[in-house]
């Protein structure tokens, strides 16, 4: 049985995160969430590289899908725009199954605080816009997706269910 690792994808506020440590510890897996990953690793906060610009974050992002993928199995929550690049994409295709956690906008409005999130600063509009550039990447490369929209342990318990199943 080869083992894969669950990657999670999904805009910013959708419960990547918090999801993907619940499972990790249900599945007595390592968890990578990549924005942390990224963080630790060049010593700077998301939002300042970001000030440094965009293309600079994509491609330390790119980085360190390449690097957590190899840790295979783990948890690993992705940047929500991590699909916006093929290549990413590509590499955790190759040994992971991909999971989209699809929370509906007003949702994410109504309790994440988009002010921490450099791309959405803007506002709400912006979550919207990103919600029409993105979900049809999101459906493209997830071998399964899932809604948040109910309980999280719901959701937790629905990702562990499936995870099992693949693997029994």
């Known amino acids: ?7 999670l994808i999904g805009l910013p506020g959708c419960g990547k995160t918090v999801i993907g440590k619940a499972v990790s510890k249900r599945l007595s897996l390592p968890f990578c969430d990549i924005d942390e990953y990224i963080e630790k ?3 700077k906060l998301i939002k300042q590289i970001f000030l440094q610009g965009e ?3 994509r491609k330390l992002e790119s ?3 390449n690097e957590a993928s190899k840790n295979c199995p783990s948890v690993i929550s992705t940047g929500g725009g991590s699909v916006k690049l093929h290549s990413n994409m590509e590499t955790l ?3 992971s199954i991909i999971i989209f956690i699809n929370r509906p906008v007003e949702h994410i409005i109504q309790d994440v605080d988009i002010s921490t999130r450099p791309l959405l ?3 709400a509009a912006k979550l919207h816009q990103l919600f029409k550039e993105r979900y049809h990447l999101y459906k493209k490369y997830c071998d399964v997706e899932v809604i ?3 309980d999280f342990d719901e959701v937790v318990d629905k990702i562990v ?5 693949e693997f029994a």
Do not use: P, S
């Open 63 to 65: 980085q360190a899908i």
């Open 121 to 123: 600063a803007e506002g």
């Open 161 to 165: 269910e499936l995870i099992i199943a």
């Open 55 to 57: 293309d600079l974050f």
């Open 1 to 7: 049985m080869e083992y894969k690792n669950i990657v």
């Open 41 to 43: 690793k060049e010593g």
């Open 93 to 95: 295709q190759k040994n």
């Open 148 to 150: 948040n929209d109910t």
